[in-house]
């Protein structure tokens, strides 16, 4: 394998394309763009080095997964964007794919001779920018630098948003509410969301609106904090905020800690939730006596870990949605309908919560000790060591910027540009920042949710009182966000109660994030990705503000959006770059809701779980919705969209569904009988 | 004369090449890739082509001739042939794999061990031609430098 650091790589400078900031970068754009292309096919590799070097990019090509990722690792912001196959031989392109979201933050573009819908869908949801069919075209690749612009320009917006909260809202919100009045069962929950808006908005407004917060980088060093931190607090009490205190990290903020909590505890499930995907695939649907939530309850249960370990899920939270999962609604119990938007899954466990309470209450905390060092065994080691391994990759320049303090400013957008990742963004960022002075972007990495997303699978827990009250719950200040916790049903069914209380936190704040379908192909084969709920994290002490504000977030992003034609390409469409883009938008905050709107949709949660009233309501009424939306929607970046992930949970359920019809066996669990709830006891 | 009527032959080759379905838009595309800069870039592409096809091949070979026999890695071999022959253009072949892969899917051995000789048979015919055709160009781009 022959792999040749484009020239530049290493250095911004050293490029001969014009990445300067000061310079008029439109003209020579994208020439200089670095990618990096991996594919094992010494052919394909080559005709595509060709190709990209004619479009006057810096290719560095390699042919194995590994070493694309120690190359990415040691060229910490040396690449702009990553062109990967599907099919390699030494690791799943999609594997590679989280890794680069993870610890790079990267867009990565996808591209397999296979065109079936199936693994389109799986590149979609594991947080790929786009998925191009081989044979791949010249065309094709002179438009892949919309790509990193857009990633940028939404990692301004976010920053942007943390800037000017009030404005992002009040924006986002008119655009929500544009985009409600068209789909029906809005009713209480955009009332929810807009009241839940409202609350968010001042409380984010008082907490960020003088907060500059450069983006993060999490070096190993920050990282191995962060999981020492998690770890010691216990995945019951990892919250944000005492893992921030325990940190003691100048200049991070509660929003990068919850930010990151959400992708490792996506990448938590993913990693447990892979091997425990086939397993509990099909838990029956658990009928609501007494079903036994003992398979659904390990899912639960993991997310609830999860979520816990990420201290989005306060115990008061994990409280409350037992206690919703017993079947008393709590006041925020309801998975706030933005959640499913933004693409959450359902986290099947809300249905499970209502069984049996009490049972379930054990089992919650019993599952959720046990989860999470059940799990995964296989999970924990591997992915702290991924973890940390990323966090080392994960620059350190970040840092640099991080330090750089709030001020936004333009030199914040440069250092943050240089610290970030992508530090060739210098031009766009440059651009982007005189759009948005002196934002810094306050993400820090707000498209680990490229490869995070994958990992976390937001769910959204449907709460049980999904129906109508639900929503309303929703507009709860308590906007636990969806974690994007993707973890498989498998994991749902031990933890019936676990993953409910999560869902059920109230307020899942409207993350307008588009929720991604991470694996949703995975999720429909019966790894019901659950929602967890960042509700629980609103629930928490969210309640304020803990901004969610995706919804703010979300919206705003569309809707102060410039602009850009970027925007308005089609490619958005087909691309989870939209999503990547809200969830970049947000701060660190709302990162992690944004992330969490990624939630995967898992049908089959909700039918395994059985517990699901109010969880089928609301799928039922997500259905609905979601068929009548165009499956393209969810990447609907358009401002009048952008509404937050109301829609994109439908189009998320929409795609969720029509991906389910398309899946073989799994399929079936996953099949709309599955919603109909109706004989499942609250 | 000499040149002209090479360049000539040369076209009428490439575009029967085309017409009879051996070749198809990507080859045009790894052409209009060739420049100054890479002049032989066609060649060296189809070069990488054989010596890839020519692993690919043997792999499944052996697969196939093993007992039981794996479709998944089958498959996977196929799928990797495919890409790269669907890379330069080769329809035929790349249709071949296309019928393979479904006896595969379905795991009918012996539509598979089937399908695979045509596979084989598609190549061994394009990679005549293609060499036939590519000669003619060397030498007709030796001939114009002239």
Redesign the interface.
């Known amino acids: 394998m022959n792999f040749s650091c484009g020239r530049g790589a290493m250095s911004i400078t050293s490029s001969s394309a014009a990445w300067k900031p000061a310079d008029a970068v439109a003209d020579q754009f994208p020439a200089g763009l670095r990618v990096l292309v991996v594919d094992?096919?010494?052919?394909?590799l080559?005709?595509l080095e060709?190709?990209l070097r004619?479009c006057l990019y810096e290719v560095t090509k390699c042919n194995r997964a590994e070493t694309a990722l120690s190359i990415l690792r040691e060229n910490k912001n040396g690449f702009d964007v990553v062109i990967s196959?599907v099919?390699m031989p030494d690791m799943d392109g999609f594997k590679l794919l989280e890794h680069i979201g993870l610890e790079m933050d990267l867009p990565v573009i996808m591209m397999?001779?296979?065109d079936g819908k199936h693994v389109v869908m799986k590149g979609v949801t594991h947080g790929a920018c786009d998925y191009l069919i081989?044979?791949?075209?010249?065309e094709a690749l002179k438009n892949i630098w919309q790509h990193v612009v857009r990633k940028r320009k939404n990692e301004w917006k976010e920053f942007e948003q943390s800037g000017s909260v009030e404005e992002g809202d009040r924006q986002l919100k008119q655009s929500e509410d544009a985009d409600y009045s068209s789909s029906a069962n809005e009713g209480n929950w955009r009332g929810s969301k807009k009241r839940k808006d409202d609350e968010e908005e001042t409380d984010e407004r008082d907490d960020t609106s003088t907060l500059k917060k450069p983006r993060v980088v999490w070096s190993v060093e920050l990282h191995q904090q962060f999981v020492a931190a998690v770890n010691q607090l216990g995945i019951d009490k990892a919250v944000p905020k005492k893992i921030l205190e325990m940190m003691n990290v100048p200049g991070l903020t509660r929003e990068n800690v919850a930010s990151h909590l959400q992708k490792y505890r996506l990448y938590l499930r993913r990693l447990s939730g892979v091997s425990q995907h086939q397993s509990n695939l099909n838990p029956p649907f658990i009928s609501p006596q007494g079903a036994t939530f003992g398979p659904l309850s390990s899912l639960n249960g993991l997310d609830l870990q999860a979520l816990a370990a990420t201290g989005q899920l306060p115990t008061q939270s994990l409280a409350r949605l037992q206690a919703a999962g017993l079947g008393r609604p709590t006041a925020k119990s309801s998975i706030p309908m933005t959640l499913v938007d933004q693409r959450n899954t359902f986290s099947f466990e809300n249905p499970k919560l209502r069984f049996g309470g009490q049972q379930q209450q054990h089992m919650n905390n019993k599952q959720q000790i046990n989860l999470l060092h059940g799990i995964p065994t296989n999970m924990e080691p591997k992915q702290l060591d991924n973890l940390q391994h990323s966090g080392q990759s994960i620059g350190n320049m970040n840092m640099q910027v991080a330090s750089h303090g709030a001020q936004n400013n333009q030199n914040n957008s440069l250092l943050m540009q240089m610290g970030q990742p992508q530090s060739r963004g210098q031009v766009l960022g440059d651009t982007t920042v005189s759009q948005s002075p002196g934002h810094p972007s306050s993400m820090g990495q707000p498209i680990l949710s490229n490869g995070m997303a994958a990992n976390f699978a937001s769910r959204n827990g449907i709460p049980e009182n999904i129906g109508g009250p639900s929503y309303n719950t929703v507009s709860q200040a308590s906007s636990t966000l969806n974690l994007p916790l993707n973890f498989p049903m498998n994991h749902a069914s031990e933890l019936p109660g676990n993953s409910f209380p999560l869902e059920s936190t109230p307020g899942i704040s409207s993350f307008s994030s588009k929720g991604v379908f991470q694996d949703v192909s995975s999720e429909i084969k019966g790894s019901v990705g659950f929602m967890l709920g960042y509700d629980i994290f609103n629930d928490l002490n969210q309640h304020k503000t803990q901004s969610w504000e995706l919804q703010n977030v979300g919206m705003t992003f569309d809707a102060p959006q410039h602009s850009s034609s970027l925007q308005d390409d089609l490619h958005i469409m087909q691309s989870v770059s939209v999503q990547q883009g809200s969830t970049v938008q947000m701060n660190g905050h709302n990162r992690s809701a944004a992330i969490a709107s990624k939630a995967m949709f898992s049908a089959g949660d909700i039918k395994e779980h059985g517990n699901a009233q109010n969880v089928n309501q609301h799928l039922n009424n997500l259905v609905d919705n979601a068929r009548r939306v165009k499956s393209e929607r969810i990447y609907d970046t358009s401002p009048a969209n952008l509404f937050p992930d109301h829609f994109g949970q439908e189009d998320l359920m929409s795609a969720l569904l029509k991906q389910q019809d398309g899946i073989g066996p799994t399929e079936n669990e996953f099949d709309f009988d599955g919603y109909s709830i109706d004989n499942i006891p609250v | 004369m000499n040149r002209n009527r090479l360049q000539h032959q040369v076209a009428c080759m490439r575009k029967s090449l085309f017409d009879q379905g051996y070749l198809d838009e990507?080859f045009i595309?790894?052409e209009?890739?060739q420049?100054d800069a890479?002049p032989n870039?066609v060649q060296?592409?189809v070069t990488?082509?054989y010596?890839?096809s020519a692993r690919l091949i043997q792999n499944i070979e052996h697969a196939l001739n093993s007992r039981p026999i794996d479709f998944n890695k089958l498959d996977?071999y196929m799928?990797?042939f495919?890409?790269?022959s669907?890379?330069?253009?080769a329809k035929k072949v790349t249709n071949e794999c296309t019928v393979f892969r479904e006896y595969c899917s379905a795991e009918n051995a012996e539509g598979c061990i089937r399908s695979f000789q045509q596979v084989k048979q598609e190549y061994a015919i394009l990679r005549r031609k293609l060499e036939v055709y590519l000669q003619m160009v060397g030498q007709a781009a030796v001939s114009q430098t002239a």
């Not at chain 1, 081989?134 to 010249?138: E, G, L, N, Q, S």
């Not at chain 2, 669907?86 to 253009?89: E, L, V, Y």
């Open positions: 094992d096919d010494p052919t394909c080559m005709i060709k190709m004619t196959d099919h397999s001779a296979d081989k044979p791949v075209r010249i | 990507p595309q790894l209009e890739l420049d890479n870039f060296e592409i990488l082509f010596t890839d996977d799928h990797q495919k890409g790269s669907s890379s330069i253009g």
